[in-house]
């Protein structure tokens, strides 16, 4: 096995050291020997590429700037489609960048696309199989500002309304505090503390998904 050295501090995603990670996957592994529970975290830098909104309006401006021309210059329509396809270009390059790709997409659109990522990432992590429908889901999508908890029906069906969400809440005001780690660990001790009440360890608790912290590139 290969030695971990001072690379640890290095920043693996864009939120966690290497370091920061094995401590969520070291909470998980606390929280899983009191229940009888799965809890799984994960973290995505983004949540959808967003690669047509740039195209979307380089195209619509682009549509747009022949009509001026056209109609207040004698240009031959060569220059014209010319100057179309270059501010078509242009727009494409300036828009492209994340920052400004994210910029331009709706909030609710982002909500959206981030939520559906988390029920993919419940069902790709194989949480809806677990023995009692215990699984629970920490997820947070970097890009979008997004976070939330996915409680399978078991485990679900017995917290107060209300409770993920309070979880979440702690969740974000760490991550906006510069504190990502401090939030997952607390997150999950959290889920662990609801599971471990309604759903002790028995005689035999085979641990069925991996403790640790998924990071999706």
Do not use: C
């Not at 709706?106 to 988390?118: D, G, I, L, S």
């Not at 409770?163 to 401090?182: F, K």
């Amino acid at each position: 096995m290969q030695a971990r050295t001072s690379t640890d501090k290095r920043r693996s995603s864009a939120l966690f050291t290497l370091e920061e990670q094995d401590r969520i996957a070291a909470a998980i592994g606390d929280a899983e020997r009191a229940t009888a529970g799965e809890i799984v975290a994960v973290v995505a830098n983004e949540s959808a590429r967003y690669l047509h909104v740039p195209f979307m309006w380089a195209a619509l401006v682009a549509l747009l700037v022949p009509w001026p021309l056209v109609y207040f210059t004698w240009w031959p329509v060569q220059w014209i489609y010319l100057i179309q396809l270059a501010t078509f270009l242009v727009l494409l390059m300036l828009l492209m960048p994340q920052p400004v790709r994210l910029a331009l997409v709706p909030r609710t659109v982002k909500r959206e696309r981030a939520h559906r990522h988390a029920i993919e990432q419940f069902l790709a992590q194989n949480l809806h199989t677990t023995a009692g429908r215990t699984g629970v889901l920490i997820f947070v999508s970097v890009a979008e500002h997004y976070a939330e908890v996915l409680a399978d029906t078991g485990i679900d069906a017995k917290v107060p309304e209300g409770t993920w969400q309070e979880i979440v809440d702690r969740l974000t005001s760490r991550i906006s505090e510069g504190r990502p780690a401090d939030g997952f660990v607390e997150a999950i001790h959290a889920a662990g503390k609801h599971l471990s009440q309604h759903f002790p360890p028995g005689s035999h608790d085979p641990n069925e998904l991996p403790n640790k912290l998924i990071v999706l590139d």
